[in-house]
Every structure is written in structure tokens, then in C-alpha cells.
């Protein structure tokens, strides 16, 4: 396998692993929506609804930044990083 | 003036500008002491804000295609993520949002959901990549990776479909705080909008639409979080709200079941105005099937990965993990506001709710709340009603009415804060409404522009000449927009949503596939963005003449058949095909390498 196809494959294992966390927290939790409501959350509020306000929306943002710090990583590997500039 | 160096001086000129912003709320509000006018304050907080980025435009022209249509690429990945925080949040997000919360509850939550999670597909699966492709415009990408003329023009039709839509709620929004805050007839507040607009994007393009859009985001920031704080303050909420209204939340729950939900009749209802609406949703419980909340919530995500005006900021970028990283500023910056419109809507429910607090008004008597100075001045801009439906006197929960926007507009006011703070919001909604407006239109006149004029009727035309067409279709679409919005034909908020379901019909599969599947071709994606628009447009006009629709997928959410069709049309269309060139393949690939040059024209 070259160089470049290795890259791809890791550059999609990193994919599937984002998009499986994006997966729970976007539509895997509200599944269950009206039971984990029952339970209390952070800060206090039931557990659903924190969710929706700030749970999931903050996960979604670190995921981002992690996705970025780990896919610039398997480039750096494979030598395909950009030089320069940030 | 704005070369070279600026860039290096963008956190001391943006702090400077800040500071300036801050420095004049103090102004404001010294003169609000010294018997300053409400209306003169709107006036001068809305002129301001405007001529400031009028002046930003100017500042910011240009004559060159490099930065008319991507700014020259060379947007530091947090001012990025500031702009493109500015070209997505509405003023359907800044005024409409809270409002939304607080009538439906947990099923528009998903709204929240799904307007934060796209950014993960946009990310992951599309932005690094159309960055490295290095296009101007998003058809720009399927013209080049599919080929062919048909395939740009399909993109340019779904493109504009979607943006038109959206557009005309921005400019709606723009005409009706215009008209608000200066006191003029929304037909011609809207033109005023208009003109605003124009100002920050006509002489400079994506950097001049850049350069305000970051201004325009540290006013709507300022404007929407100073109040939120400032009211959970004040009543004794909890001096950081976010972290800490789990009291207030659990004491609306306690609320609603001693109060209970009465239905009223529809008699009773007849008397309310159009487009008030009663609390009939519990606050904090789950109040809708898990499909209801899910398809609402993908839909949005698919939508958000699909707008053209978002993905285009990503061009931008000076490289490819720039691109990435800004992604993640701008969903940062987004989260800020996001984050606040649940705590906005809580302290906003609250107290009106609770007897025991002053400013509460349920179960008061209805002729005290009639006599209320706030209750006049919102029951007379149409946005707040009671009547004692049962004739005991009292005003129960069923017998009180507002409008979605009264929740962000009204609430400093009845929360008994200054009126400089009103003004403010004002400036914030102008700001969020024209930064979008500026980022769609923008987006559709590039379009028609380089993918439509150059691309396809004349590519031996100069850029003058270019930047020129660029210019004009700018005003006409601007101008077109205007004029549906003046006619007034749909609420904000519907048209937003239409705009999602548009765009993810016609364009998230032939750009994720684009870029991850290499067998798709030529006439696979043409058949997967006409099927999927048609198809999705068809649904949409089912729905809203009676038809009843199928797995629970509504007028809201038709984007979601639309999009099932054009993967599936996509994928069979290609495999019935004969697969890409060879070329075509090779560019694929080169795509998925960040490093080296960019597919089209210098980097």
C-alpha cells in the first residue's frame, strides 16, 4: 500500500471514529430522551434538557478541536503537512 | 491602509474596536441619565453600529478576484471563526431563538442541536477538503470535480433556491428592528436595511463582508449576553446563569403542574392576535417523540453542512488545518450565544411566572397588569395580550399571550433595565440580520458570477469586467430580495428552516461524495442534485396543501426525503454510468492530501 492510500485509511478510521461520537450525542442520547430526563445532570438540571442546552453542544466543539489536532498528526506522519502558516 | 500588516494588527484593532463599542454603551447610558430620549438612543445605537461598518466596507475594497471572491485567503482561523459565528447566527437566532424555547420547549431544541452538530460534517467531511480544492464558490467545486457545464449549473440553481429563501427572512429582519428603531413604515425600513447591507459588501466583497461580519459579531455578542447576565443578576438567579439556574428551571416545573395547562377554546383563541402564542409546553420536560426531535435535529445538521454562505468562509483560510481549526472557532463562538438563549428564556419565564416575584404577573389580578407601563408599550406593538377568558378576574396561565421575539426584546424592559440595554439589543439584531443577509447574498452573486458568467458564457473575460457583473447581480439580488420581503409573505423563522431542507436536498450528497466516494460522476451528480431538489420542492408543496406526508417527515424537516433521493439516484445514476476519468481520479485523490498545491489555480 503507498504512502497516500495509508493516509487515507487512517484519515478514515479518524472519520468513523468522529462521526460515531457526533452520532451519540446528536441522535443516540435523545433515543432515550424521556427517561434520562428523569435523571439529574450536571449543575443540576435534568439530564435531557442539559443536554440540549449546553451538554451536546459543548461536546460538539471539543470534537472538533480533538478531530483537527488528531487528523493534522496523522498527516504530520505521513509527511503531507502543510509548512507555515496556522 | 489595509495591507500587509493588518493582518498581524487584527487583535489591536479589533480590542481597540471593542473598547470603542463598550466606551460608547457608557455614553449611552449617561445620556439616558441625563433625559436622552428612548427613541433618540435606538437611533444613535443602530446609526452607529451601521456607519461604523459602512466604514469598514470602504476601508476594505478591492480590485482584485483573489480578494473579492475568498479575501485574499489569508483570514486568521479565530477572526474566521468569529465571521462565520456572525454569517450563521440570523436574526432568526438572535430574536427568534429564545422565543422559540420558550412556547415549544424540548422539541425546538433540536434546532439547538442541530445548528451546533452540522459543524462536526462540516469539519470531518467537507471544509479541509473544498479548501484544499481551492474554488471561489461551492459550485465552483462540482463543476471542477464532476465536470462538465450542466453539473456547475445545477449547483448554481440549488445554491440560489436555498440562499433566495433564507435571504428574504434576513432582510425581513434587517426592515422590521430598521423600522423599530427609527421609526419609519416597514416598506421603506426594509430598503434601508437593504442599503446597510449593500454598504458592507459591495466594494469589497468576501473581505469587506469579512472585516464586518467579526465587527458585527462583537456587537451581537455584547448585546445578547450583557442582558442575559445582567437579569439573572438582578433577580438573584446566580451571578453566572449558565451554571447555575437549576433552581429556577425545577421552580417553572413546580409552576406549571400547580398551575396546570387549560386548552382553551377556539373561540376564546379567535380573540388573541396572529402570531401570539400561549405557554402550553412544559419548560424543561421531554415534550416530543424521539423521531420528532431526531429527524428535526439531522435535518439541520445535513442543512448546515450544505449552505453555501458557511462553506465559503472556509475558503478563506490561509491553509488547509487553518480551515479545520476555524471550524471549530466558529462553533466556539456560536456555542456563546447558543449556550445563553435556554438561560435567556428561563429568566424570562420566570419572572412572569412566579407570583412571588415582583415582576411576576400570573395570577395577578388583570386589571393591575393591563394598568403595567411594559404591558402597554408591547401590547400596543402588537407583540403581548391578556383577557380574563374565564371572567374571574385573575390572569391564569392560559389567559396570557406574546410573541416569540417578545422574549428577546422584552424581557430587559420588564426585568426593569435601563433602556440603553434595549438599544443595544437593537444594534445586535441589526448585526446579526445584515451579516447574514451580506454572507447569502454574497454568496448567490459569486455564484451567478464566476460559475454562471465566467465560468460558463465568458471565461475570456477580464477581471474588471468580472468584479463588475460580480458587482451588479449583488445589487439585483439584493433588490429582488427586498421586494419579496416587503410583500411580507412568511414568518422568519419558517423560511430559515425551508432554507436547511433546500440545500440538503440538493447538495450534501454530491458534495460528501464528491469527495469521498471516487466512483461518483458526472451523471450521478447531476441526477442526485436535480432529483433531490425536485423531489424535496414536491414533498414540501404536498405537505402544505393537505397532504398528510409519510414517517412522520413534516413540512419542516421534507429536506430529509430529499436528500434519501438524491443518494439514492446518485449512487445508482453513477454505477450505471461509466466510471470518472482517470484525471478526475487522480484530482481525488490529491484532494485528500492536505499538503502541495491547490486542484485550481495558484494557492
Known amino acids: ?86 | 491602509m489595509l495591507k500587509g500588516n493588518f493582518i498581524d494588527n487584527l487583535p489591536k484593532v479589533y480590542g481597540i474596536y471593542t473598547g470603542g463599542f463598550l466606551g460608547f454603551i457608557i455614553i449611552m447610558s449617561i445620556g439616558e441619565q441625563m433625559g436622552m430620549s428612548a427613541k433618540a438612543i435606538g437611533i444613535c445605537f443602530v446609526a452607529f453600529t451601521v456607519a461604523i461598518y459602512a466604514i469598514i466596507g470602504y476601508l476594505s475594497r478591492t480590485a482584485q478576484a483573489d480578494a473579492y471572491y475568498v479575501a485574499g485567503r489569508q483570514v486568521p482561523t479565530v477572526f474566521n471563526g468569529m465571521a462565520t459565528a456572525a454569517d450563521w447566527m440570523s436574526g432568526a437566532s438572535f430574536v427568534a431563538m429564545a422565543g422559540g424555547i420558550y412556547f415549544k420547549g424540548y422539541g425546538y431544541m433540536a434546532l439547538l442541536v442541530g445548528w451546533t452538530g452540522g459543524y462536526v460534517l462540516v469539519a470531518s467531511l467537507l471544509a479541509p477538503y473544498l479548501r484544499k480544492f481551492g474554488c471561489y464558490t461551492v459550485p465552483d467545486f462540482i463543476g471542477t470535480r464532476y465536470g462538465g457545464n450542466l453539473s456547475r449549473f445545477m449547483a448554481v440553481v440549488v445554491l440560489t433556491v436555498a440562499s433566495f429563501t433564507y435571504v428574504t427572512a434576513q432582510i425581513n429582519a434587517t426592515g422590521t428592528i430598521a423600522s423599530v428603531a427609527l421609526d419609519i413604515p416597514f416598506q421603506y425600513a426594509v430598503y434601508v436595511g437593504l442599503i446597510s447591507i449593500l454598504l458592507c459588501s459591495m466594494l469589497g466583497g468576501m473581505r469587506g463582508v469579512t472585516w464586518t461580519q467579526v465587527a458585527q459579531y462583537i456587537v451581537l455578542i455584547i448585546a445578547y449576553l450583557l442582558p442575559v447576565f445582567w437579569i439573572s443578576n438582578k433577580i438573584g438567579a446566580g451571578f453566572f446563569p449558565h451554571f447555575m439556574l437549576a433552581d429556577e428551571v425545577s421552580r417553572i416545573a413546580e409552576l406549571e403542574a400547580q398551575f396546570g395547562f387549560v386548552k382553551n377554546s377556539a373561540e376564546n383563541l379567535k380573540e388573541v392576535p396572529k402570531g401570539l402564542a400561549g405557554i402550553t409546553k412544559a419548560h424543561s420536560a421531554v415534550n416530543a417523540t424521539p423521531w420528532a426531535f431526531i429527524s428535526l435535529a439531522l435535518a439541520m445538521m445535513m442543512g448546515t453542512a450544505s449552505l453555501p454562505h458557511v462553506m465559503m468562509r472556509y475558503f478563506t483560510t490561509p491553509s488547509v488545518k487553518a480551515a479545520r481549526k476555524s471550524v471549530g472557532w466558529s462553533l466556539f463562538f456560536i456555542f456563546l450565544l447558543y449556550s445563553s438563549a435556554p438561560m435567556l428564556a428561563t429568566l424570562s419565564k420566570l419572572s412572569l411566572m412566579d407570583p412571588t416575584l415582583p415582576t411576576g404577573i400570573i395570577g395577578k389580578s388583570i386589571t393591575d397588569v393591563q394598568a403595567i407601563d411594559w404591558y402597554q408599550n408591547w401590547n400596543a406593538a402588537n407583540l403581548m395580550f391578556v383577557s380574563d377568558f374565564n371572567g374571574n378576574g385573575t390572569l391564569e396561565l392560559n389567559e396570557f399571550f406574546m410573541g416569540g421575539k417578545a422574549v428577546v426584546l422584552a424581557t430587559p424592559e420588564i426585568a426593569g433595565l435601563p433602556y440603553v440595554i434595549s438599544g443595544l439589543v437593537a444594534a445586535g439584531g441589526m448585526a446579526a440580520a445584515m451579516s447574514t443577509a451580506d454572507g447569502l447574498i454574497l454568496a448567490i452573486a459569486n455564484a451567478i458570477s464566476h460559475d454562471v458568467y465566467y465560468k460558463i458564457i465568458d471565461p475570456k473575460a477580464e477581471t474588471a469586467k468580472r468584479l463588475v457583473v460580480a458587482r451588479v447581480l449583488l445589487v439585483v439580488i439584493g433588490f429582488a430580495g427586498a421586494t419579496i420581503a416587503a410583500l411580507e409573505i412568511q414568518g422568519i423563522l419558517g423560511s430559515v428552516i425551508w432554507a436547511f431542507d433546500f440545500a440538503m436536498s440538493g447538495l450534501f450528497f454530491p458534495l460528501v461524495l464528491g469527495v469521498w466516494w471516487k466512483r461518483a460522476n458526472k451523471e450521478g451528480a447531476i441526477a442526485g442534485m436535480f432529483l433531490g431538489l425536485v423531489s424535496g420542492a414536491a414533498y414540501l408543496v404536498w405537505v402544505r396543501t393537505g397532504g398528510s406526508g409519510f414517517l412522520g417527515i413534516t413540512q419542516l424537516t421534507f429536506g430529509i426525503f430529499g436528500s434519501a433521493v438524491s443518494l439514492v439516484s446518485m449512487v445508482v445514476v453513477s454505477l450505471m454510468t461509466s466510471e470518472p476519468s482517470a484525471a478526475t481520479q487522480r484530482m481525488v485523490d490529491e484532494v485528500r492530501v492536505p499538503s502541495g498545491r491547490s486542484i485550481i489555480g495558484k494557492q
Open chain 1, 1 to 86: 500500500m503507498s504512502k497516500q492510500e495509508q493516509h487515507w485509511e487512517k484519515s478514515k478510521g479518524l472519520l468513523m471514529m468522529t462521526l460515531a461520537i457526533w452520532f451519540v450525542f446528536s441522535i443516540g442520547i435523545f433515543l432515550f430522551g424521556a427517561e434520562m430526563n428523569e435523571v439529574t445532570g450536571p449543575f443540576g438540571y435534568p439530564l435531557t434538557y442539559w443536554f440540549t442546552c449546553q451538554g451536546s453542544l459543548g461536546i460538539f466543539v471539543i470534537l472538533i478541536f480533538w478531530f483537527a489536532n488528531r487528523q493534522e498528526k496523522i498527516d504530520e506522519e505521513f509527511g503531507f503537512s502543510e509548512r507555515g502558516d496556522d
